[in-house]
């Protein structure tokens, strides 16, 4: 009887580290989510740069030449987001849409900030900040969101069950 036990508790043993070495990701599964997050960290930074190069260029640009900027600026980014869009209706690929959404949202809060100059002046560096500040808590939890969600996948993939109930 103690045999059998122990070969239970033996088995037992091996199956939780087997489940354990299962649920340590691959070093595949590792460099996705690596690549994944530092391409969003890039996109975060140069939108961040960007903002603080707008709230940079209020203090020190003339107020004609730099509403003339945004409005160059909006268009620009409007263009960019065109070809972000048809590339990645070409790769068909809704990571690539989604950075031409964002891109798109930058282009048309560009776009207010012509009117927002002259209404806000005495507030528009915050106004700045806060979109800023917006942006970069967005990217943080879009960050997490894609490490949970591939986390989530890697799991749904060792889960046998789907295979057994095919047979």
Known sequence: MKRKERNRT???????????????????????????IFENMIIAAIITIYLASLNIGMNNIPTD?????????????LIITIFI???????DNEGIWLHGIE??????FTLYLVNLYSIYYATFGTLILVVTLIYFAYYIIKIAIIRRRIHKDYNKSLIDIRNIVKK
């Open 85 to 91: 869009l048809e590339y990645g209706y070409k790769k």
């Open 65 to 77: 030449t730099f509403i003339m900027d945004l409005k160059v600026f909006s268009i620009m980014l």
């Open 103 to 108: 891109v798109m949202v930058i282009a048309i």
């Open 10 to 36: 033996t088995n037992i043993e091996k199956l939780g580290k087997e489940l354990e070495e299962k649920k340590k990701l691959p070093q595949e599964i590792k460099e996705k989510i690596n690549a994944k």
